[in-house]
């Protein structure tokens, strides 16, 4: 279910792509040494968008350098490591265990990955409480409605985007802890909608939960989607960023929509 | 109120923008690491923070009654509204003075339902809206609008609710749109850098 917050790079610059990239390499560089080469599968890129946030708030120091790693053993290309790559990183650990975890007792699929990953978990409940509850009693909530067969699709994304908004609050007291849960929630809404939608073909098919009704219309789909997006874009905008902005607002105005349009085709 | 564009240094004609770099500048200077735990600097970061929430989310300002004055922004900010505000609402308010969202929403479950007004689903609606809950804010400000049809202040939220997809699309238009190529990936099912 991740993924989709990602940018599109037809319109950033060289500079601009190349940074953006190298955010992407620091944080599966942090993933890979804190937890093997395996957990640099688990990367997406909605944890490289939030990396960028939360260290363009706070102005944090980078770690920049160059290295070659297994998928690119070539060519040798640029990191940069933040306070935030980590956190990043354990975000990441957390949400694919939890998710693994409903995927094990759904279709009894990964018990194997599910079994190596646990051990990593109580280290991360322990350091993040309130994140790792809110995980996953909100992947608990999820998992009630879909076996309720809930068509209430924008409930069913709320769940969703609460418990993202969640993980958007690095440090609690924040100033600008309010608005980076409402970004976070409005993030994880969208995702939640545009992954049922890509899904709903399949779902179909397999005869598996979609919370959207069978009937529903693109149109439809993209009111529910851009409401989401605006509610993301209302709290981003109050956030006092500067350094990425130019990749953030490209991230949320326009590669957030990719998969959608890659749909419609 | 001192003048905040003061506080943060800058002109009052200075773009949300340059309010922005002078903030973070400034928040860096007081960050406890930086200055010590010191209660000069505390006070201090107070006093940004205040002045960068007034520029930020001036546009924005929380009206506290339908008579409509302002939000006091901050810290010990909440004024007395009280002769107006019925007391079991007066905790959700002081929450949203203070923007705990949460906190405020949670102050709002307590009333029981059959005494929700419409300025209960108000405060319900602008608490939502600062959660990322846009949806339920809409539902709660048409029944805020349902039970008082001419208040103004509850017309002028669901006009910024919408406003906020038209000027999202705007936004995005200046993008090229939400429909330009996107980059083809190739390893498309391995999370990949080579995709950017």
Known sequence: MFGYVLANASSLSKEEKERYKAHY???????REKYGQKAMLALSYDM??????????SDAEETNGKERCVPHPVKEHDYTITAFSEYGADMQILLGYYSLLDKVKDEGKGRSEEKKMRALIPDLEKRYPRVASAIKTGLEKIADSEEKNSKDADAMALLFGEILGEVFVYDESSFFRDDLRALGCGLGRFIYLLDAWCDRKKDAKDGAYNPLSDDITEEKMRGMLLD???AASAAFERLPLDQHIFILRNILYSGIWSKFKEEKK | MTDPYRVLGLSPDASDEEVKKAYKALAK???PDVAGNTPEAARKMQEINAAYDQIINHKESFSSSSSGYGYSYGYGGYRSESQEEPI????AVAYINARRFMEALNALRSVPE???????????????AHTGDTVGAMNDIERAISKEPGNATYLAFRDRLTGRRSAYEDYSRSFGGISTGFFPCCFPFFPCCCII
């Not at chain 1, 390499?25 to 993933?31: F, Q």
């Not at chain 2, 079991?88 to 905790?91: I, K, P, S, V």
Request: glycine share 4%; aromatic share 14%; charged share 25%.
């Open chain 2, 29 to 31: 200077k007081y960050h």
């Open chain 1, 48 to 57: 490289v968008f939030l990396e960028m946030v939360l260290s363009d708030i």
């Open chain 2, 88 to 91: 079991e609402l007066r905790a």
């Open chain 1, 228 to 230: 989401a997006a605006a």
């Open chain 2, 114 to 128: 059959e005494r929700r007004s419409g300025r209960w689903y108000y405060l319900s609606a602008y608490a939502k």
């Open chain 1, 25 to 31: 390499c620091g944080l599966c560089k942090v993933l």
